[in-house]
């Protein structure tokens, strides 16, 4: 076995170890995967890895992308707009400009431009750490939406900024009238490539009835808008998020039952690989990383460290406590009703601007050498101060958010009247539908009245949790229902089993009637 088989082979065992430790401690898996990237980096014996730096941005970051975007709150966004514009745009630009003036003030001979390329890298946050543990504790939605649409709107003001402050370093020089026509071709253009992209993918989905082709569709429309946008120079992470948008709206519409349910499965799968991929890469590259810092002492090494990741912390939470009292006093002078945001939201807003895998991903493609053939100045300490804010930032503040989000002075009954409401008007559309259907020849009465108990006592149910009409044991009923549906499933699943145990039954066989159970089980919660 030579290098390249080992090495692919120790990391997918490691990422499932990760993986699976993660799940066993109940912590985000990307904070047990920065700790194992670490730690992997220096364990003797192991290869050195270099990526190549065009490689790791065209490969990692258009799923990364796209995946965000297909799965995002838009509702929530229009609602937060000018929130949302402030967090993506203005603090991604600040964020950026202060990280450049604390690097190039204590690091020596960093130059501005290889200051503002370190800022660029850090300035936009990663959602994935933070919206687990909101999930998890049940935080609002609203508030879960806030850190997913800033985590996905910010990549691509930030890296917008990013390509510029690159091509000022290699070039050795900066224009503003120049920066200012790219950022507008760019962000343009990139948009343009994005809608064209997202409604041709929607195109060719509605038209595939094949799940597997339809899935394997939508993980190659990211690749379809990122790589022709960054070839004509434009935004990739705006053509890639505005196909994302585009898919998002229109999948309801063009896509069946089950290319959408594996779509949902197959994604979960694809987002923690690159994330857990790019984290344990680069923690083997850690020592060849530090090795490069030589000239630099332990000390001053870690005084760097303090001082950008410092300026990463406060930077947000000064943000987030003077921004929102300053549009709060704007709205007031306006004649607006201020929209106040609590010290509780304001705190977990500004603790969740965690750092992650596309910080890492932008800081592994800087270039290996500027226009002249020298080495790009200072690349490994830019890569090692990445790494070490996105250490601090995913384990501090991700291990400590969960006791902040435990004392929210808010609670998440307005997202599940919304639920309930919104299962109410589909029960109702199926019995309209089976009362339609019930006039027609070639349907059967007793099939009919059948599914109209089914779903009248399902509409009953939901509007019995608003309020609407008397409970008379609705819910009992139906959660001793749903046990006893777990219990028969059960059953038929040790069946199979059986079967294929005694040799009745082939693997493929016992597959699919599985897949039919667990289907039928996932419905449950709707009952």
Partial sequence: MNHVEVLVT???LAVAALGALACRLSVPYPIMLVLGGAAFGFIPGL??????????LALFLP????????????????????????????????????????AHAVIPGMSWQTAFVLGAILSPTDPVAAATIMHRLGAPRR????????????????????????????AGAFSLADAGLRFVFG??????????????????????????????????????????AQAVDASGVLATVAAGIVMAIRSPEVLDARPRL??????????????????????????????GLDDYSPAALAGYAVVVTAAVVLIRLAWFFAVPSLTDFVDRRSGRPPRRLSASWRLIMAWSGMRGAVSLAVALALPLAVGDGSAFPQRDLVVFLTFVVIFFTLVVQGLTLPALVRRLDSDDDEDTDEEIRARLVAAKAALAEIDALDAEEWTRGDTAERMRGQYDYRARRFAARLGKVEDEGYEDRSQAYQEMVRLVLQAQRQALVDMRREGRLSNEILNRILRDLDLEESRLEAT
């Fill in 143 to 170: 508030l879960v939406s806030g850190i997913e649409g800033e985590g996905l709107f910010n990549d691509a003001t930030a890296l917008v900024a990013y390509r510029v402050a690159v091509a000022a370093t290699v």
């Fill in 262 to 291: 594996q779509g949902y499965f197959v994604w979960d799968i694809v987002d923690f690989l690159i994330n857990a991929t790019l984290f344990v890469m680069t923690g083997l590259q850690l020592r060849a990383i530090v090795g």
């Fill in 187 to 228: 962000v343009l253009a990139g948009l343009g490539i994005g809608v064209a992209v997202g409604l041709m993918s929607a195109w060719v989905r509605r038209h595939i009835s094949d799940p597997q082709i339809s899935v394997t569709i939508s993980l190659l429309t990211g690749y379809a808008a990122f790589l022709p």
């Fill in 10 to 12: 120790g990391l997918l």
């Fill in 47 to 56: 290869p050195e890895v270099r990526l190549e730096p065009e490689l790791v």
């Fill in 63 to 102: 799923p990364l992308l796209y995946k965000s975007a297909i799965y995002a709150n838009f509702d929530d966004f229009r609602t937060n707009l000018r929130g949302l514009t402030l967090s993506t745009v203005v603090l991604v630009l600040v964020t950026m400009a202060g990280v450049a003036a604390a």
